[in-house]
């Protein structure tokens, strides 16, 4: 009986130690609150050939296709800091474009810069797909985080030491009524004032099959339209930039699935 009372008091002060140093840490004259958060994150491993077979190719610099997506990401950086915006939504016109694809192998391009703090936030919430591809067994919920019940450290995973990857695990039937409430719009918030992201990636459905994306356009600095060649049309891409522009700054367009590729510089 005497080594189990041994055993709890001796967990209570290695609990109460640690507790100790965290508030030490955030009184700490130019400590930020965020660096207690990120700690906090449940740390996350990569299948690097689950993530190569499913087209994610921004973890290391062995795929031809890797600088296309540092450039972009170098272009939306240099406009994000001009313009001072912090987020940014990804969607296309209709499924299967590849905006997910897009958001991941920028999120891990991101990641690459090492003083670049990014977040990704699946919010296709009818067909979740982020943690499928990562390979997340049991992603939480987002609508419980986007309702406030499930906290940051509940549902984001870290990945590395400065990205933060929010998958889902359900459907959410009525999501565009939870996209567009007062709760949702708090919890975003909540996200940007503890994790303080340089950038901050929303995975978004397509805008052309539900009204999700227009319902959660206000919470965003800015958009990226993602098409797929060969099954786009323009005018399903007019009818998205002219809707988008509307409502927010658009980046541009990006086209996905383009066969021809020619290697003018021997690279």
């Known amino acids: 009986m005497e080594s189990i ?3 709890i008091e001796k967990m209570e002060r290695e609990i109460a130690l640690v507790a100790f140093r965290e508030d030490r840490v955030s009184n700490l004259p130019g400590a930020q609150p965020s660096e207690l958060v990120w700690r906090r ?3 996350a491993s990569l299948d690097k050939k ?7 190719v921004t973890l290391d610099r062995l795929e031809g296709a890797t600088f296309r997506f540092d450039i972009l990401r170098t272009k939306i950086l240099r406009t994000l800091r001009q313009k ?15 905006k997910t694809l897009l958001a991941l192998n920028l999120a891990f391009s991101f990641a690459n810069l090492k003083e670049c703090r990014t977040a990704l936030v699946d919010l296709d919430l009818r067909r979740p797909q982020v943690g499928n591809v990562l390979g997340i067994e049991k992603p939480s919920s987002m609508e419980g985080f986007l309702k ?22 359900c459907v959410v039937p009525y999501a565009a009524e939870l996209l567009q409430s007062s709760e949702a719009a708090t919890a975003i918030k909540n996200l940007k004032d503890k994790l303080r992201p340089n ?23 800015c958009v990226i339209l993602v098409a797929a060649a060969e099954s786009s049309t323009f005018n399903e891409v007019d009818i998205c930039e002219r ?13 996905n699935k383009c066969h021809f590729s020619p290697e003018e510089f021997g690279y």
């Open 199 to 221: 950038v901050l990636i929303f995975d978004l459905p397509p805008m052309l099959v539900n009204d999700d994306v227009l319902a959660f356009l206000p919470n965003v600095d």
């Open 243 to 255: 809707s988008l522009s509307q409502q927010t700054d658009v980046l541009g367009v990006v086209l």
């Open 5 to 7: 009372q041994s055993t």
């Open 41 to 43: 994150l449940a740390s």
């Open 148 to 169: 406030g019940d499930n906290s940051i450290e509940e549902v984001f995973l870290r990945y590395g030491e400065n990205l933060a990857v929010g998958a889902n695990a």
């Open 84 to 98: 001072n915006w912090t987020s940014i939504a990804i969607t296309s016109p209709t499924p299967g474009c590849g």
């Open 50 to 56: 689950r993530a190569a077979q499913r087209r994610i």
